[in-house]
């Protein structure tokens, strides 16, 4: 009989900030977060007209918490010092593998994307959003091969996440746990040394076989 693993539960910011079923709409009004942007027109547009643009805000926000928390967790261990040194010591003999315990460290992301708003052709203004996220990573251990890190083994990951639109929280999570797998790959091999180039080799004295010591 072959088995599967089940799988894996969601990990996009969405999903951890506000759940599966909760959307923006709401909030976004609630706060009155869209109500200076649309005042020069109040008058001109109707109130379906003005949902209307409500709604189309709160799912371009929303399209940007499809952000995955692992993939942020992933670009973050990217700059890890000893992961960096663990690569250069695989990159400096191709094949070698290298499996390394990291203490507990913090990642953190921040994200302010804007929106300009338009009616008419008239642009009314930019929604200003900022995305804070705080990752507290513990009992993680890396995979580095090739000088990529190519897989990560348990560990145990909090979160602190919050949303903000025009300077108003909309949403807010604080200590949220982040399942990891008990072992699970990143999306194909992640260079850890993509910014450092190769230090270069000493030429080698023709009919010695020895290097120059430069």
């Given at each position: 009989?072959?088995?599967?693993?089940?799988?894996?539960?969601?990990?996009?910011?969405?999903?951890?900030?506000?759940?599966?079923?909760?959307?923006?709409?709401?909030?976004?009004?609630?706060?009155?977060?869209?109500?200076?942007?649309?005042?020069?027109?109040r008058g001109?547009t109707t109130?379906?007209?003005?949902?209307?643009?409500?709604?189309?805000?709160?799912?371009?926000?929303?399209?940007?918490?499809?952000?995955?928390?692992?993939?942020?967790?992933?670009?973050?261990?990217?700059?890890?010092?000893?992961?960096?040194?663990?690569?250069?010591?695989?990159?400096?003999?191709?094949?070698?593998?290298?499996?390394?315990?990291?203490?507990?460290?913090?990642?953190?992301?921040?994200?302010?994307?804007?929106?300009?708003?338009?009616?008419?052709?008239?642009?009314?203004?930019?929604?200003?959003?900022?995305?804070?996220?705080?990752?507290?990573?513990?009992?993680?251990?890396?995979?580095?091969?090739?000088?990529?890190?190519?897989?990560?083994?348990?560990?145990?990951?909090?979160?602190?996440?919050?949303?903000?639109?025009?300077?108003?929280?909309?949403?807010?999570?604080?200590?949220?746990?982040?399942?990891?797998?008990?072992?699970?790959?990143?999306?194909?091999?992640?260079?850890?040394?993509?910014?450092?180039?190769?230090?270069?080799?000493?030429?080698t004295v023709?009919?010695?076989?020895?290097?120059?010591?430069?």
């Amino acid at each position: 009989m072959t088995t599967t693993a089940p799988p894996m539960p969601p990990t996009t910011v969405r999903s951890f900030l506000l759940g599966p079923e909760e959307g923006l709409d709401g909030p976004l009004r609630a706060h009155g977060t869209t109500g200076p942007l649309l005042a020069p027109v109040r008058g001109r547009t109707t109130r379906a007209a003005d949902r209307a643009v409500e709604h189309e805000l709160a799912t371009v926000v929303d399209d940007f918490l499809g952000l995955d928390l692992l993939d942020l967790a992933t670009g973050g261990w990217r700059g890890h010092s000893a992961l960096k040194a663990a690569a250069r010591r695989t990159r400096d003999l191709p094949g070698s593998e290298e499996v390394v315990a990291l203490a507990r460290h913090r990642i953190t992301s921040t994200h302010r994307p804007t929106v300009d708003v338009y009616v008419d052709g008239a642009k009314l203004g930019t929604l200003e959003v900022e995305l804070g996220l705080v990752l507290w990573v513990s009992g993680l251990v890396c995979v580095v091969r090739d000088a990529c890190l190519t897989g990560v083994r348990s560990g145990d990951c909090a979160v602190d996440a919050s949303l903000a639109v025009q300077g108003a929280t909309l949403a807010e999570r604080k200590g949220g746990r982040l399942d990891l797998p008990g072992l699970f790959a990143p999306r194909g091999p992640v260079p850890l040394l993509r910014d450092e180039p190769r230090p270069q080799q000493a030429p080698t004295v023709p009919g010695t076989g020895f290097r120059d010591q430069w």
